[in-house]
């Protein structure tokens, strides 16, 4: 096999390894640089300084993820062109000369993944390059035009040949991209327009999570301007899974995205409660959206007839009779505003009813006629009872101020609304909140609202004091320029430059720039911000999630930008409304894409017959996606008196092997394999880099592992309610090995 492709690919890669290098120097120089600008002078030289800090950081991020595999492909065209692929794209100082390297992203790259012989999209030839760090160990030459007869001796006789080795790679206990082996199915998702909802369905193995996070990439590299400003959310199933997948979009040099899990979708709350199966799936019921509803109604009073509110007043005591309440009640319900901002409705309909109470009885003409008070008399008398506390008092407890936290935390001490068997199953009095109350307590702040008025008005006043001082500092700018010329004709040079921009640059605008800014990335404010919009959300798992869950989600697209990817006949959670129609049709009816990956990359053939062999039990008609791989390992299967030992035993024999090993077993189990297992990584977000790491199924979904060992399967089926769903995703987690240890 001939060396000097390699020479010269490795002299390249060199070259192109010195741009990075200078690019990274010039980031970090400029980064450092504006570090050291003192933090004090004006609020412009700090947003410049801020400004400078935020895009150089960026940079700097983007060129440290070019440093693994910053160059995977070549692409020979034709036409004379020449092209060299990697994970981003590099140029020469000058931009107007062909980049060193063209972005995976870049229209120009798509070929690298979609040219075949029959249609080679111009090419002559595809070289797949293969690095170790910066040097290059391997190359293979893909021909794609047969009147080629040039050869670089690297030809393969497998076009799979660079996949299938990614493939048998080791498992590390982190994702990684693949960038260099994206096939064509998934490439044209991950290009995939991204307006409207797109749905990516897949079984085990085929890819779906990667494809979700290569579109988030793509997506952020063909919309950034619009993107990065309003950010790109993923929800993924548990913390574990956010652990595995959390290196990819910063390897491809992205960072505009907020990762999360369902329970954290409500800010300031961590959901580290669990609700049991059957009060999982009466929270995320939809029926609790209306149930919700009626309760804060209820928080709506009025006094008993017969027995009004009396609240003590100075000149005699004023009256909340029934008749007083309902009709301020209806007033504000008229309203259509939430519970909080329709409040104030209900109280100024009080005060001026006991205003007009207070005034009959003490500006009241015995003699029949006109009452002595006038308006301005009346509105007076309204100002000194909104001032009386125990107004306020009465009012409270007819119409309370609510928060999200109080009203659900009341709710669940005593459901109502809901059937007795229903209310039972979620009834709490304390503890800490489960994933299934972070949807109930985004639908109660919707039901609340949030009065900000008294805060806006505080804004705006600041806003115009702002107006005020920038208006001043433009005249005093002016005064003085004009000032500094001593020639007039000098002076009317320069003054209609100085009011050109004195016009452009008006008050209003200025002092804009004069504000202090958040300086917090898209991602950093929408992690905060219970009402933020994202530009795109990625839901993996997504038949996971529930009815309510969905609520709180479209909430936070209200474009339908979305990519939603999984398997419904992998859904486990009791309250997954599994079904893609029954997901959307509530939001988009039928206005969404569907797409099918039915490839499995992940499951060797022999490992994949078990596992749909589970799936046939329940479902006959079952097809799991084919496996592109055999790795001739067989399964073994043994029924022992003790699993746990068993299972300990065949932990200690893969000892030394090359990978990761994961023990998934009931959740009831994994207490005494801890104790037998003490080197074992566990718990709520376990190191999946460390060797053996222990798991139920549950945590497992969406991981992969060299070797997986099954314990007490049967409990697995029979302990949940979707049981032979949970046991299919424990069985189709490995690459290699599979192990299945039951109880005799």
């Known amino acids: 096999m001939s060396t000097e492709p390699i020479r010269d690919e490795q002299k390249f890669i060199t070259s192109l390894y010195a741009r990075l290098d200078d690019l990274r120097d010039r980031a970090e120089a400029a980064v450092g640089e504006a570090l050291q600008t003192p933090g004090?002078?004006?609020?412009?030289?700090?947003?410049?300084?801020?400004?400078?800090?935020?895009?150089?950081?960026?940079?700097?991020?983007?060129?440290?993820?070019?440093?693994?595999?910053?160059?995977?492909?070549?692409?020979?065209?034709?036409?004379?062109?020449?092209h060299?692929?990697?994970?981003?794209?590099?140029?020469?100082d000058d931009p107007r000369r062909t980049p060193l390297v063209v972005d995976w992203r870049a229209e120009v790259a798509r070929p690298f993944y979609l040219a075949t012989g029959h249609e080679p999209m111009g090419l002559t030839r595809r070289r797949h390059i293969t690095t170790r760090g910066r040097e290059v160990v391997s190359l293979h030459d893909e021909v794609l035009d047969l009147a080629d007869r040039s050869r670089?001796?690297?030809?393969?006789?497998?076009?799979?040949?660079?996949?299938?080795?990614?493939?048998?790679?080791?498992?590390?206990?982190?994702?990684?991209?693949?960038?260099?082996?994206?096939?064509?199915?998934?490439?044209?998702?991950?290009?995939?327009?991204?307006?409207?909802?797109?749905?990516?369905?897949?079984?085990?193995?085929?890819?779906?999570?990667?494809?979700?996070?290569?579109?988030?990439?793509?997506?952020?590299?063909?919309?950034?301007?619009?993107?990065?400003?309003?950010?790109?959310?993923?929800?993924g199933p548990n913390p574990a899974f956010l652990g595995y997948i959390g290196n990819v979009l910063p390897s491809l040099g992205e960072t505009g995205v907020l990762l999360a899990t369902?329970?954290?979708?409500?800010?300031?709350?961590?959901?580290?409660?669990a609700d049991t199966p059957r009060a999982a799936s009466v929270k995320g019921d939809v029926r609790m959206a209306a149930a919700l509803a009626e309760a804060v109604r209820d928080r709506q009073q009025v006094p008993e007839r017969g027995a009004p509110l009396v609240v003590p007043h100075e000149d005699g005591d004023l009256?909340?009779?029934?008749?007083?309440?309902?009709?301020?009640?209806?007033?504000?319900?008229?309203?259509?505003?939430?519970?909080?901002?329709?409040?104030?409705?209900?109280?100024?309909?009080?005060?001026?009813?006991?205003?007009?109470?207070?005034?009959?009885?003490?500006?009241?003409?015995?003699?029949?006629?006109?009452?002595?008070?006038?308006?301005?008399?009346?509105?007076?008398?309204?100002?000194?009872?909104?001032?009386?506390?125990?107004?306020?008092?009465?009012?409270?407890?007819?119409?309370?101020?609510?928060?999200?936290?109080?009203?659900?935390?009341?709710?669940?001490a005593e459901p109502t609304h809901l059937p007795e068997e229903d209310a039972a199953a979620i009834r709490r009095d304390g503890g800490p909140w489960t994933p299934g109350d972070v949807p109930l307590l985004d639908e109660a702040a919707e039901l609340l609202g949030h009065d900000d008025s008294a805060a806006r008005a505080a804004q705006e006043a600041e806003r115009q004091r702002q107006v005020q001082?920038?208006?001043?500092?433009?005249?005093?700018?002016?005064?003085?320029?004009?000032?500094?010329?001593?020639?007039?004709?000098?002076?009317?040079?320069?003054?209609?430059?100085?009011?050109?921009?004195?016009?452009?640059?008006?008050?209003?605008?200025?002092?804009?720039?004069?504000?202090?800014?958040?300086?917090?990335?898209?991602?950093e404010r929408a992690a905060a911000d219970r009402t933020w919009a994202f530009g795109h959300i990625i839901v993996d798992e997504a038949q996971e999630l529930s009815a309510m869950q969905w609520r709180l989600l479209m909430r936070r697209s209200p474009t339908r930008s979305m990519t939603l990817v999984g398997d419904p006949a992998q859904t486990g959670d009791p309250a997954g409304v599994g079904a893609w129609d029954a997901i959307l049709a509530p939001y988009v009816e039928d206005r969404w894409q569907h797409v099918r990956l039915g490839v499995n990359y992940r499951t060797p053939a022999e490992i994949m017959a078990v596992a749909a062999a589970v799936r046939r039990a329940d479902d006959p008609s079952f097809e799991p996606p084919g496996s592109v791989r055999s790795t001739g390992v067989e399964p073994w299967d043994r029924t022992v008196e003790d699993p746990v030992k068993e299972a300990a035993d065949a932990v200690a024999a893969e000892a030394g092997a090359e990978g990761r090993l994961a023990v998934i077993a009931p959740a009831e189990l994994l207490p005494d394999l801890v104790a037998a297992l003490p080197d074992a990584s566990y718990g709520p977000k376990p190191d999946l880099t460390r060797p053996v790491v222990l798991l139920d199924p549950r945590q497992a979904k969406g991981l992969e592992f060299d070797t997986v060992l099954v314990v007490d399967p049967d409990c697995i089926r029979a302990g949940a309610p979707h049981g032979t769903n949970d046991l299919y995703v424990a069985l189709t987690r490995a690459t290699q090995r599979l192990g299945i240890v039951r109880r005799a």
């Open 40 to 82: 004090t002078g004006s609020a412009q030289s700090r947003l410049e300084r801020d400004i400078m800090v935020a895009e150089q950081s960026g940079l700097l991020a983007a060129f440290n993820a070019g440093e693994t595999g910053l160059c995977f492909g070549r692409l020979v065209f034709r036409d004379g062109r020449d």
């Open 84 to 92: 060299h692929i990697g994970r981003i794209g590099l140029r020469e």
């Open 152 to 235: 670089s001796g690297h030809e393969g006789r497998d076009a799979d040949e660079v996949l299938l080795a990614a493939l048998d790679a080791a498992r590390t206990g982190r994702m990684h991209d693949i960038v260099q082996t994206i096939q064509a199915e998934q490439d044209a998702i991950i290009r995939t327009p991204h307006r409207g909802v797109l749905v990516v369905e897949g079984g085990p193995g085929t890819g779906k999570t990667a494809v979700a996070l290569h579109r988030a990439a793509y997506l952020l590299y063909a919309h950034r301007e619009q993107l990065a400003k309003r950010a790109v959310l993923i929800v």
């Open 262 to 273: 369902p329970g954290e979708l409500y800010p300031g709350v961590r959901a580290t409660g």
């Open 319 to 412: 009256v909340i009779d029934w008749d007083m309440a309902l009709e301020a009640r209806h007033k504000a319900r008229e309203t259509a505003l939430p519970h909080n901002l329709a409040r104030p409705y209900f109280a100024f309909r009080i005060l001026d009813a006991l205003a007009a109470q207070l005034a009959d009885r003490i500006g009241a003409d015995p003699y029949g006629g006109p009452n002595f008070l006038g308006p301005d008399d009346i509105a007076l008398l309204a100002k000194g009872i909104a001032a009386n506390p125990d107004v306020h008092a009465a009012i409270d407890d007819l119409w309370p101020e609510l928060t999200p936290e109080d009203l659900l935390a009341g709710y669940l």
């Open 469 to 523: 001082y920038a208006q001043g500092v433009l005249d005093v700018s002016f005064a003085s320029r004009t000032y500094e010329f001593e020639d007039k004709e000098e002076l009317d040079e320069d003054a209609s430059e100085v009011l050109s921009a004195h016009d452009i640059i008006d008050a209003e605008r200025f002092a804009e720039r004069q504000e202090e800014v958040d300086h917090r990335t898209a991602a």
